[in-house]
Structure formats: structure tokens, C-alpha cells
């Protein structure tokens, strides 16, 4: 059975802090996609990043960074110098090939960045 | 244009009453959704449809029932309404299911209230 766990509820930090969102995810699939959601305070759920499970190179937009690696079954994702605007939920979610059409949201952590 | 659209935004009504929130999508995706997200963040899988196939149906009581007249519209009608029903209810689109690798775009949104 997949599995996502998002083991920080809640995270608040100061402006220009760096900050990572842990995520732990479980699969008996070989080949399975991971992805990062953002859901601001206004509420709608916007993609971030896919990963899939043969690409284990780490990937930078900006100041977001996804550290993936397949021995501890991570995918943790970094925030550099946050700002106010960061302040959301995040969701980690988890798709398997052998279970397409159903993918496994983490519950969530709640990020906030005080100014 | 909006990607993925959902009507009402809100929905306000009495237990036992059933109502219906319409989806469309407008971006040529052939896989379509439904999420529930509860009074915590928590967002669960409902309903997949793959070119108007249902794919995925994850324990939901059968007082829901999604309907696919198309790929680009999948509607939520709920029979019977609970208090336990109060939610926001999220639609979603993927550009496909193969291999269960693709990104979602979501809908803003409709937040049901049963009272």
C-alpha cells in the first residue's frame, strides 16, 4: 500500500530563513512519481514538482530545492531566504504505476513566514 | 481561460437534501478527479475517470456518484446529505493515467456546507 508521511504539522519561521518540509513515503512499486503541492491561505492547490523514481538528481527552481533519495524513501523539499509570500500548506503526494489514477497526499505541513 | 473550473464555489444547505457540483476542464487531459479535503487540510482521493472510465473509486459512500458525460467535464452528485459531508471538494485533471506520472491542476474549489 502507498503511504506519504509529512511528520512536521506545522513550521513557522522568520523572513530569509531557510526551511525544509520533510516528506517519507512508502511503495512496494519499482517505478512510482512523487510531487510537491503548494495551497496558499487562498486556498486553490498548485503543482510544484513530479519526480519519478529512476531520477534521483536533486532539482532547484529559484530558491525551492527537492533533495530525493531512494534509500531513506525521502523527498524533502527546501525553501532558501523564505518570505511571506511562502506561507502555505504543502503537500507531498505519491503516484504508483501499479495503482495509476490513485495518488497518496501526505497530510500537509503548514508552513508560516512572519515577517 | 481557467484551466480547470468547478461550480458553485459554495454550496450551503440542509441534511438530506442532494446537490450537485459540475467540473470542466479545458486543457485536453484525459484523466479527471475528485478530492475531498476536510476541516483539518486533509485531502483523500474520492473518484478517477479515465477517458470517461471510472478507475478509481476509494471507499466513498454510495450516496456519491460521479458522472463523466465527457473527458473534459466530470460532475459530483451526492444523495442524502450529512453534516459529516461538509468539506471543500476539490476537482482535478491530469494529462493522462499511464504510468500514473503526471501532474494535477486543480479547480478552486467548492466548499460545502450541510447544516
Not at chain 1, 519519478?52 to 532539482?59: K, P
Request: negative net charge; proline residues 3%.
Amino acid at each position: 500500500a502507498q503511504k506519504v508521511t509529512q511528520a512536521q504539522t506545522e513550521i513557522s519561521v522568520v523572513e530569509k530563513e531557510d526551511v525544509t518540509l520533510d516528506c517519507v513515503y512508502e511503495t512496494r512499486d519499482t517505478t512510482y512519481y512523487l510531487f510537491w503541492y503548494k495551497q496558499p491561505p487562498s486556498g486553490e492547490l498548485v503543482f510544484l514538482i513530479r519526480r519519478n523514481s529512476f531520477d534521483e538528481q536533486n532539482e532547484i527552481s529559484g530558491r525551492y530545492s527537492w533533495n530525493f533519495q531512494k534509500s531513506t524513501s525521502s523527498f524533502n523539499f527546501t525553501i532558501t531566504a523564505s518570505q511571506v509570500v511562502d506561507s502555505a500548506v504543502y503537500f507531498c503526494a505519491l503516484s504508483e504505476t501499479l495503482n495509476a489514477g490513485k495518488s497518496t497526499f501526505g497530510d500537509g505541513t503548514t508552513l508560516t513566514v512572519k515577517p | 481561460d481557467t484551466a480547470v473550473s468547478q461550480t458553485p464555489k459554495y454550496l450551503v444547505t440542509q441534511m438530506g437534501n442532494d446537490k450537485s457540483i459540475k467540473c470542466e476542464q479545458n486543457l485536453g487531459h484525459d484523466t479527471m478527479y475528485w478530492y475531498k479535503q476536510d476541516s483539518k487540510k486533509f485531502l483523500k482521493i474520492m473518484f478517477s475517470y479515465n477517458n470517461k472510465e471510472l478507475i478509481i473509486n476509494e471507499t466513498v459512500p454510495n450516496r456519491f456518484s460521479p458522472k463523466s458525460p465527457d473527458k473534459a467535464h466530470l460532475n459530483l452528485h451526492i444523495n442524502s446529505l450529512e453534516l459529516g459531508d461538509s468539506a471543500v471538494y476539490f476537482c482535478a485533471s491530469s494529462l493522462s493515467v499511464d504510468r500514473g506520472g503526471y501532474e494535477q491542476y486543480f479547480g478552486p474549489g467548492t466548499r460545502l456546507t450541510v447544516t
